[in-house]
């Protein structure tokens, strides 16, 4: 069941949806304009966003902002064709690689036995649209490379790109001052590799830039928004992982012994999860 929350004066939210991979959507709600935060899996999933928001007195965005390529952050796109739509070069430049693909059965089962889409993704697409297979990949308006800063008229959205072992095109939104930093999905492993896995290198690099923002409240794109001690505890946890990762030369058996060793305790299942997929991405 999704339900529409508020935080602080000027964001609102979706909750997600496991089963047909529907990630939070973001709305920012300016003096003079709206900002919402990636487009969804389908056009029924940021029109239900959208038809939510109206019974709120809550106006259509005017611009559209993507955090990434993957397909349940962008599939919606088609349905919000009177915004901008903003994404990094990068984004634009991998979403065009989709512009060829057929979303059949057929066509996403052959993909996922060449190895080139994942079981998860091709199933969620399957429950998403079990209807009507109406997917249209429409291209981002505007583009930009880095940083760029959106005045929505008393808040402000700064948009960076952050990279990431799950996508490297990854874009976080910065709500300035509601003191709001949109994760989407970077802060999640790689999901499109043999194995799922974290590599030290883009791991260490996305947090040494997440940290760099003045945040209060972090936004999860499948989870939820958590604190900043809550964020704090998830980069330790990343941090020590791939410090004993570098060290044990990607030996999970003694990354886990020196873990439980420094913790004074057993490891819980997401520890020994991120354990997993750094060895695999060592």
């Known amino acids: 069941m999704q339900t529409i929350k508020k935080i602080g004066v000027r964001f609102w939210y979706q909750t ?3 089963e047909t991979d529907r990630p939070i959507l973001g709305m920012v709600v300016g003096n003079d304009k709206t ?21 709120r007195q809550v106006s259509k965005p005017n611009i559209v902002v993507l955090t990434h390529w993957h397909w349940d952050h962008i599939f919606g796109l088609s349905s919000l064709s009177e915004a901008i739509s903003i994404s990094s070069n990068q984004t634009k430049h991998e979403m065009e690689k989709l512009i060829p693909l057929s979303w059949s ?26 209807n009507h297979r109406n997917i249209q990949i429409t291209l981002p308006d505007l583009t930009f ?20 072992d799950h996508a490297i095109d990854s874009v976080v939104v910065f709500i300035k001052e509601e003191k709001i930093l949109f994760l989407g999905d970077c802060i999640y492993p790689d999901i499109f590799s043999a194995k799922r896995k974290y590599t030290i290198e883009k791991t260490l690099a996305l947090l040494d830039v997440l940290e760099t923002f003045d945040a209060d409240t972090y936004v999860l794109s499948h989870w939820k928004p958590i604190s900043k001690a809550e964020f704090n505890d998830e980069v330790n946890l990343l941090r020590t992982i791939a410090k004993f990762t570098d060290k044990f030369s990607g030996d999970g058996m003694n990354i886990k012994k020196e873990y439980e060793k420094q913790l004074m305790r ?16 060592f």
């Open 16 to 18: 997600p949806v496991s």
């Open 35 to 55: 900002l919402i935060i990636d487009a969804g899996n389908s056009e029924a999933h940021a029109q239900y966003f959208l038809h939510e928001l109206s019974k």
């Open 105 to 130: 059965d057929d066509a996403l089962n052959e993909r996922v036995k060449e190895g080139t889409e994942i079981e998860f993704c091709a199933s969620a697409i399957k429950k998403e649209f079990a």
């Open 145 to 164: 490379e880095n940083r760029i800063e959106i005045d929505l008229g008393g808040i402000t959205c700064i948009l960076q790109q952050v990279g990431g």
């Open 266 to 281: 057993e490891l819980n299942e997401d520890e020994i999860e991120v354990i997993e997929y750094f060895v695999n991405g």
